[in-house]
């Protein structure tokens, strides 16, 4: 089974800007889409972005569009988030995810994630 591999986040101060890496252990097949979700304390765990396996198709949330960009390398294996003028309220654990198929924004939709980074943005 595949296993995601995250790196980056940390903490930032707001304006600041952050990369976050999601590696997927194993190549997975084209049709598949990755996304980012984020999860603050006491808060249920919400969209970020999303991207096909082509890197076509991205989706964002209204929260991020303009500041955070998602993109993939598969010969890597790899998604990124670039997260750009960074607010408090960005402060959570953030989570990559693989599902098979088409994107989505719901995560029961997404069957493999990873474990998780924090990343926290002082006003």
């Known amino acids: 089974q595949v296993q995601l591999v995250q790196s980056g986040g940390g903490s930032v101060q707001a304006g600041g800007s952050l990369r976050l890496s999601c590696a997927a252990s194993?190549?997975?097949?084209?049709?598949?889409?990755m996304a980012w979700f984020h999860q603050a304390p006491g808060k249920e765990r919400e969209f970020v972005a999303a991207?096909?396996?082509?890197?076509?198709?991205?989706r964002y949330a209204d929260s991020v569009k303009g500041r955070f960009s998602i993109s993939r390398d598969n010969a890597k294996n790899t998604i990124y988030l670039e997260m750009n003028s960074l607010k408090p309220e960005d402060t959570a654990v953030y989570y990559c995810?693989?599902?098979?198929?088409?994107?989505?924004?719901?995560?029961?939709?997404?069957?493999?994630w990873g474990p998780g980074t924090q990343v926290t943005v002082s006003s």
């Open positions: 995810a693989w599902k098979p198929g088409l994107t989505s924004l719901a995560p029961p939709d997404y069957d493999i």
């Open positions: 194993m190549h997975t097949d084209g049709s598949s889409a």
């Open positions: 991207i096909s396996w082509n890197g076509i198709i991205t």
